[in-house]
């Protein structure tokens, strides 16, 4: 084999990987518009991915983040005035 032919052979591989992961990504980008969640390492998979320009695994990244800039703050409103007491005030 020709050094043209393995640098071929190696570009081939390179983008039967790239082939596979993004039908993995295309799987969870459904997944996620149909409102189920991924896991911690898949996330993290998803950012480094992302990170290595492959185009489903950014638009991951982007729902997740326009998804926290839509997201209510669900912590309960902050009261003002003196805590109450939960003893009883016998005397």
């Known amino acids: 084999m020709t050094a043209s032919e393995r ?4 570009a081939y591989k390179r983008e039967a ?4 992961l993004e039908t993995g990504f295309q799987d969870w980008l459904m997944k996620l518009k ?10 993290r ?3 480094l991915a992302a ?3 492959f185009p ?4 991951i990244v982007s729902y997740f983040q326009n998804k926290a ?5 669900n912590l309960p409103a902050a009261h003002s005035g003196i805590a109450k007491s939960f003893r009883s005030e016998s005397t």
């Open 69 to 73: 800039k839509h997201q209510k703050n």
């Open 51 to 53: 990170r290595k320009g």
């Open 17 to 20: 990987v790239q082939a596979m």
């Open 56 to 59: 489903t695994a950014q638009k």
């Open 34 to 43: 149909a409102g189920g969640t991924l896991s911690k390492a898949e996330i």
């Open 7 to 10: 640098s071929q052979a190696d």
């Open 45 to 47: 998979f998803v950012h």
